[in-house]
């Protein structure tokens, strides 16, 4: 039964694309971002779950690429689809569904990888998942999007409106491409505390966390921008 627990952890995080696709269908964008969100949580913690248990296995690997599809490929392609659809973007709305094939080929890229063990070749899926996020719900007019300390005045009527949703196609472009580069980036899980060999990683959440309390929700394609930055700037030679 132990086990298990990993997969029972992936299987909330499928759950949560299910759901967070099924409110981006009904145009509901605020909570198909949430349960994006929350996917990503357990997609977090199961693999540590795994390596604390000592039951990592090959079908736990498996599924949780079958997981990370649904939620951060499926369920942001339909965020981004609904945003298009409601721009009036006609049939060029289409061209979001490219984000759940992009994530999918990256993926099983991914598992096939050995180089990808403590790093990574390409932009992760989840990172594509948290730009579609932020979209999602600066587009819903939640109040997350409202920051105290910095302007956002007439922010969501340029990036919604007829020449930003043609910006955005570009960028879900670049994004989808970035995914099944080999492009190194560094990845994000601390093996100790130790500056020397976590500085990268130190430096990467320390900003992120002066981004968010700057700039609430909408920190996070800043945030994935500079992660792609920063990794251009440190894993030049890191991956051989």
Known sequence: MKKQIPNLITLCNLLSG????????????????????????????????????????????????LADVVTSGVAPGFIFYSILIQGGCGVYSY???????????RLAKFNIDTRQSHSFRGLPVPANAL?????????????LVRISVLPTYGFAEFVFGGTGLFLLLIVALIVCLLMISDVPMFGLKFKNLHWKENRTRFLFVLTDIVLLVLLGIMALPIIVLWYILLSLCTQQNSIE
């Open 131 to 143: 730009i579609w996020v932020a979209l999602g719900i600066c587009y819903s007019n939640t109040g």
């Open 95 to 105: 061209v979001a569904l490219m984000i759940p094939a992009f994530a999918a080929y």
């Open 18 to 65: 299910t759901v967070a696709t099924a409110f981006a269908v009904q145009h509901r964008l605020d909570l198909a971002s949430l349960w994006i969100l929350v996917g990503v949580v357990f997609d977090f913690f199961d693999g540590m779950v795994a390596r604390l248990l000592r039951v990592a296995s090959p079908l736990g690997k498996e599924l949780d690429s």
